[in-house]
Nanobody
Framework: QVQLVESGGGSVQAGGSLRLSCAAS????????MAWFRQAPGKEREGVAV???????TYAGSVKGRFTISRDNAKNILFLQMTSLKPEDSAMYYC?????????????????WGQGTQVTVSS
């Protein structure tokens, strides 16, 4: 089992920045693929970014160039640095983990999920 706890969400004005963190515990392996997803009210959960143990990444087109995913394997922490935030980035952000899935951004591929942290961007 893997437990994931997100933090760092909050309210920010458009153009601002936030840094999300996700602390992983339990049977965590560096080989786990780690990802960030988000879900706005009335919308489906969508993949934001995913990273593998070597630091290879994939981003959703809507955040490419603005968001950066990273991980500290020694401390089992996942990060999402978000810059140039837009109102449409407002959502609940979730951390997720899985093994052997490749750089996938499909929610159905991920086995472990955190409870989420809210990000609100005002115009």
């Amino acid at each position: 089992q893997v437990q994931l706890v997100e933090s760092g969400g909050g309210s920010v004005q458009a153009g601002g920045s936030l840094r999300l963190s996700c602390a992983a515990s339990g049977q965590v392996y560096s080989s786990h693929y780690m990802a960030w997803f988000r879900q706005a009210p009335g919308k489906e959960r969508e993949g934001v970014a995913v990273i593998d143990s070597d630091g290879s990444t994939t981003y959703a087109g809507s955040v490419k160039g603005r968001f950066t995913i990273s991980r500290d394997n020694a401390k089992n922490i996942l990060f999402l640095q978000m810059t140039s935030l837009k109102p449409e980035d407002s959502a609940m952000y979730y951390c997720a983990a899985a093994r052997w899935i490749g750089l996938s951004l499909r929610p159905s591929d991920f086995r472990y999920w955190g409870q989420g942290t809210q990000v609100t961007v005002s115009s």
